[in-house]
């Protein structure tokens, strides 16, 4: 039996991110999971346990926030007694008429979905080198390969933490840390329930979970999920403005 790896998710009540803890649940590593909500997290938690986790934690924190943010990381690492893989998987799709229309919300929707995350981010890399060795996972999405008229407040902010993460693929590039960007496409999850479903562009959580332990194995710095994102998104980053602009995305 391999030992446990110790495993810390930021947003552990994220549909992908639950799917994703399942699947080192049954490994028997053990979890400290972080979100808002601690009616959720204790669902989640019971539910990873009795699948097999040695160990599983959880802490409230509103990640949004980044006061203190070092000090509550270090805290995260205390008790889960450092971090071998991180997981930072929260965010909002938010509405971008809203974000247009209200600048509070405009700067919600990227102080969650980019300032936040990239804070995390840096938080976890400072451990990982540290420590000479682990893996941080971050979930952008395809919505930051270009930027759209229906949801570039969201695109924006993904863009900006796709590029983070680049870059810290980029530092560590040789190193025992590995950095993975997740680009999911569609998924069908609680963010997405207001949005008609079906087809097959669409996937489930669990297929981008698979496809995320398959990038941390291969130390994959990008991982467009399901595979065929990268060709979708290939033709739209390369579509000339003047066919783009006659297109209602
Ligand atoms: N679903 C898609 O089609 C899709 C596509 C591309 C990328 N993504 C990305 O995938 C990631 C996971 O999303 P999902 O699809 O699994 O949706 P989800 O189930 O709705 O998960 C989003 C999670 O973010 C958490 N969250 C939001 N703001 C937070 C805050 N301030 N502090 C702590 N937690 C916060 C939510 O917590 P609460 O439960 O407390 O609200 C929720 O657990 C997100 O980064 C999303 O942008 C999703």
């Known amino acids: 039996m391999p030992e446990p790896k ?47 986790a040695t160990e599983v934690l959880v802490a409230e924190s509103d990640l949004a926030d980044t006061d203190g943010a070092p000090q509550r990381f270090a805290s995260f690492l205390e008790r889960l007694g450092g971090v071998d893989v991180a997981l930072v998987a929260y965010g909002v799709l938010g509405n971008q008429a809203d974000a247009q229309a209200d600048t509070d919300r405009l700067e919600q929707g990227l102080r969650t979905n980019f300032l936040s995350a990239a804070i995390w981010c840096e938080l976890v890399a400072g451990a990982l080198e540290t420590a000479g060795a682990g893996t941080l996972v971050a979930i952008s999405s395809v919505a930051g390969d270009r930027g759209r008229r229906s949801n570039y407040a969201y695109g924006a902010a993904k863009a900006g933490l796709s590029v983070y993460l680049d870059g810290l693929a980029h530092r560590f590039a040789g190193t025992p840390v590995t950095v993975v960007a997740v680009k999911p496409g569609f998924v069908d999850t609680p963010m997405t329930a207001h949005v008609q479903k079906g087809g097959p562009l669409w996937a489930t959580p669990e297929r981008v979970a698979e496809d995320i332990e398959r990038a941390i194995a291969k130390r994959r710095p990008v991982v467009y999920t399901p595979w065929f994102w990268w060709g979708v998104m290939l033709i739209i980053r390369n579509l000339p403005r003047m066919i783009f602009n006659r297109m209602n995305i």
């Open 6 to 52: 110790k495993i810390l998710i930021l947003g552990a009540t994220s549909a992908i991110a639950e799917r994703w803890a399942r699947l080192r649940a049954t490994r028997g590593d053990r979890l400290l999971l972080v979100g808002r909500d601690p009616g959720k997290l204790s669902i989640v938690a019971d539910d990873l346990r009795a699948r097999g």
